[in-house]
């Protein structure tokens, strides 16, 4: 039996809470404070924190910070924390050690990310909030948190108005972060769409005769439902469709015969999508993994179509 690849597992990191005198600066920076609409750190350390990093809002004397923030700066920034802190904020919400990993994760590619009003919005590192607009909204989630495709699709096309990437931290079990990247596409294709009485691509051939696919034989036949109305409008726009039975989907979508390139697309219906992320990591990994895009295809009034991928914060 192979034993495999012998390179060395990658090192997870634990992010121990309590500061180590030999790693901090020679004076003890001060330790977070309560206040009334978050965390306090007092200058002149809080202006280093703002002015090069985007940490914190500013106010008279220092900045407020959230809890994911404070989190943030006591592993990066030495700053010490209260007395049974965590303790108490696992107490409050049993995801806090689940969102400060996110946090920390998004934040410590280099980037600038900064909560603002509910939403984590961030900037490219060479920018800062004070001179520049963001360039992404950030989410996140656990593993067996419900998907739930309506809410991301609006959330998408709300973020293309302000002209921002979606994108998506989501904490398994090890408190390891998988990120992705949801984008409404406009998959087209180079092909001359069928029509019910002129449909060469359509089929497979075997004993010398074209077999068609029940989907293929409704469309062309008339019948109408959500998969002959998706069908003819992939076909309207140039794409060919196969079964994605081998990809765990509904089709493989070409946008050219399929002798002569691979389907850039593994497509599912809004219905055939996964219940939580666990299955949609599987989707997009399988997807990724023969170099292929995993779109969902969603109806209100007209198709649409989202697109996930993975994504590496900092890249």
């Known amino acids: 039996m192979s034993e495999g690849r012998r390179s060395k597992p990658r090192l997870r990191p634990t992010r121990p809470i309590g500061l180590k005198s030999a790693e901090g600066p020679v004076k003890e920076n001060p330790t977070l404070a309560k206040h009334e609409d978050g965390w306090f750190i007092s200058a002149p350390l809080s202006n280093r924190l703002f002015q090069k990093s985007a940490i914190g809002k500013p106010i008279d004397g220092g900045i ?31 995801n806090f050690a689940h969102k400060s990993v996110a946090f920390d994760v998004v934040r410590n590619a280099g980037d600038k ?41 609006e959330w998408c096309m709300e973020l293309k108005e302000r002209e921002l990437d979606g994108e998506l931290a989501i904490v398994d079990e090890e408190m390891d972060v998988t990120m ?61 469709l196969r079964p994605g039975f081998k990809y765990g989907c509904r089709w493989r979508v070409y946008s050219t015969p399929v002798d002569e390139d691979h389907a850039p697309f593994l497509m599912q219906m809004e219905s055939d999508v996964p219940k939580n992320w666990e299955g949609v990591c599987l ?22 179509f989202l697109l996930f991928r993975r994504h590496l914060p900092g890249r």
């Open 180 to 240: 992705y990247r949801l984008e409404i596409i406009d998959p087209r294709g180079k092909l001359i769409p069928a029509t019910r009485e002129n449909h060469p691509l359509l089929g497979v051939e075997h004993l010398s005769r074209r077999f068609l696919r029940q989907d293929e034989k409704d469309w062309i036949n008339g019948v109408k439902n959500q998969v002959t109305d998706l069908f003819g409008e992939l076909n309207s726009r140039g794409l060919l």
């Open 283 to 304: 989707s997009v990994r399988l997807a990724e993994g023969v170099n292929k895009g995993w779109v969902v295809a969603i109806f209100k009034g007209v198709w649409h």
């Open 64 to 94: 407020i910070v959230t809890e994911e923030e404070a989190l943030f700066c006591h592993w990066h920034r030495h700053v010490p924390l209260p007395e049974g802190w965590v303790n108490d904020r696992l107490n409050e919400d049993p």
């Open 113 to 153: 990310v900064v909560p603002v009003d509910g939403e984590w919005l961030r900037w490219p590192r060479e920018s800062h909030p004070s001179r520049g607009k963001p360039t992404a909204s950030i989410h996140w989630a656990r593993t067996k948190d419900e998907l739930n495709i309506e809410t991301l699709f």
